[in-house]
């Protein structure tokens, strides 16, 4: 399975936008990327997934390198309840290994 | 959405006995479930890949002796946790996807196992 790189934190204010970024320079041209999202006591959340071209869905924007090695979730008006872990997730094998992630602080 | 329900949602245990936990996908005949552990603080663990009528997969450095999983039919996946300790509290989740994972994946609420 390809490997995943974020950042441990990030923090943003209420109503702004905000740019996860995640590196997976050893992705296969398969593999499709994968987003979702953990709070507190509770079983991840999925948020988009695509595979080359970028993707939009009423929770995020999904943008993705034109070399495929790299993406970046973006939540474009972050509210206190976007809160969270985001993990990225390269899909390989039919199944979705988790990596560390990114704690997503939000500031009211 | 789909839904996939877990049950218990927590669970306190003596040390020595066995835990079962029920994944059920509600709206959907799940064709593959998975089962994860996560300690706190940290990520989700993927222990083992289910298929129903078929036995599990489980991930390397997980015992297959220790945690049964048995996927019945299409909407319902267990997993057993014989002789618990107390290094095996934690919390489980499980997920199901309807046909392969080019589509998402859809999550319990997890069920966190106490072992006293």
Redesign the interface.
Known sequence: DAKTTQPNSMESNEEEPVHLPCNHSTISGTD?I?W?R?LP??????VI?GLTSNVNNRMASLAIAEDRKSSTLILHRATLRDAAVY?CII?GA????????TRLTINP | GAVVSQHPSWVICKSGTSVKIECRSLDFQATTMFWYRQFPKQSLMLMATSNEGSKATYEQGVEKDKFLINHASLTLSTLTVTSAHPEDSSFYICSATKEHLNTEAFFGQGTRLTVV
């Open positions: 499709y994968h979702y953990q006591s509770q079983g991840p959340e999925y997934h993990y899909q039919q199944k979705l290994v988790f990596g560390q992630g």
